[in-house]
């Protein structure tokens, strides 16, 4: 008896993001894959971040969008290799797009890969790009139900940051529900609240990184 079997196109595509980590590890780059939803300030915390970790701690970034240049033109106004991934219709970056990135960088002159996902609270989440950490970001004017209703987004997250604290008070963000959500999700993620634009909260999230490793 025959019997046809259709690969699943993840188990392909989890070979492909085993790859990219391997590339990563050998040339001792940390990678941090960073999802949320549209304008949640992924590029606003990437433009507090790495002039905070630069020189010490030289950065990179591959960006997604379906379209423009816009965030790698501001994050490459902070003097780092960034590279601009346009999906077209594609709702999240796959491992073989992050392949072609990495062919662009020069991953022996960086310690850290950012990779700035499409912004998108489904899609994304599925995918395993190569990447050693996982940070999901939630903003205070998305509202305060967004774990509860997007759960497979945060369960692989090792870090959640909730930016934009400096609304808190003007929307009546309820930042306990989002723990408490969280809580029954994924216990093992380190949760941060900052505000890319103030700057508050910003040393909780550097320390974060600054104590993760490739591979550790
Ligand atoms: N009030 C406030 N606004 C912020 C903060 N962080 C980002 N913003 C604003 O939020 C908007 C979106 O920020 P981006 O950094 O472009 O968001 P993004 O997640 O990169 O967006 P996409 O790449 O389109 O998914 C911009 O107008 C930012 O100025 C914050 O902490 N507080
Ligand atoms: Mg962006």
């Known amino acids: 008896m025959k019997i046809n079997v259709v690969k699943s196109v993840l188990a392909a595509s989890d070979a492909s993001a085993e790859r990219n980590r391997s590339t990563m590890d050998a040339a001792g780059v940390l990678c941090i894959n960073m999802l949320s939803a549209p304008g949640s300030g992924k590029?606003?915390?990437?433009?507090?971040?790495?002039?905070?970790?630069?020189?010490?701690?030289?950065?990179?970034?591959?960006?997604?969008?379906?379209?423009?240049?816009?965030?790698?033109?501001?994050?490459?106004?902070?003097?780092?290799?960034?590279?601009?991934?346009?999906?077209?219709?594609?709702?999240?970056?796959?491992?073989?797009?992050?392949?072609?990135?990495?062919?662009?960088?020069?991953l022996d002159r960086i310690d850290c890969l950012f990779i700035e996902n499409v912004g998108n609270m489904?899609?994304?989440?599925?995918?395993?790009?190569?990447?050693?950490?996982?940070?999901?970001?939630?903003?205070?004017?998305?509202?305060?139900?967004?774990?509860?209703?997007?759960?497979?987004?945060?369960?692989?997250?090792?870090?959640?940051?909730?930016?934009?604290?400096?609304?808190?008070?003007?929307?009546?963000?309820?930042?306990?529900?989002?723990q408490d959500d969280l809580s029954r999700i994924n216990t093992r993620a380190v949760f941060i609240e900052l505000s890319a634009k103030t700057g508050q909260g910003l040393e909780g999230w550097l320390e974060w990184l600054a104590a993760q490793r490739p591979g550790g």
Do not use: W
């Not at 033109?73 to 780092?80: D, F, K, S, T």
């Not at 994304?124 to 990447?131: H, I, K, R, S, T």
């Not at 997250?157 to 808190?168: E, F, G, H, Q, T």
């Open 43 to 106: 590029t606003a915390l990437l433009e507090r971040t790495i002039p905070a970790l630069e020189p010490e701690r030289p950065c990179a970034v591959l960006v997604g969008d379906l379209q423009t240049t816009r965030d790698a033109e501001r994050l490459g106004a902070l003097g780092v290799q960034v590279t601009q991934i346009n999906t077209g219709q594609g709702c999240h970056l796959s491992p073989k797009q992050v392949a072609e990135g990495l062919k662009t960088l020069q």
């Open 122 to 178: 489904v899609c994304p989440a599925v995918f395993d790009l190569g990447e050693h950490r996982r940070v999901v970001l939630l903003s205070v004017p998305e509202g305060d139900d967004k774990v509860g209703k997007y759960p497979v987004l945060f369960q692989k997250a090792d870090a959640v940051v909730l930016n934009k604290i400096d609304l808190v008070g003007v929307l009546d963000y309820d930042v306990g529900r989002v």
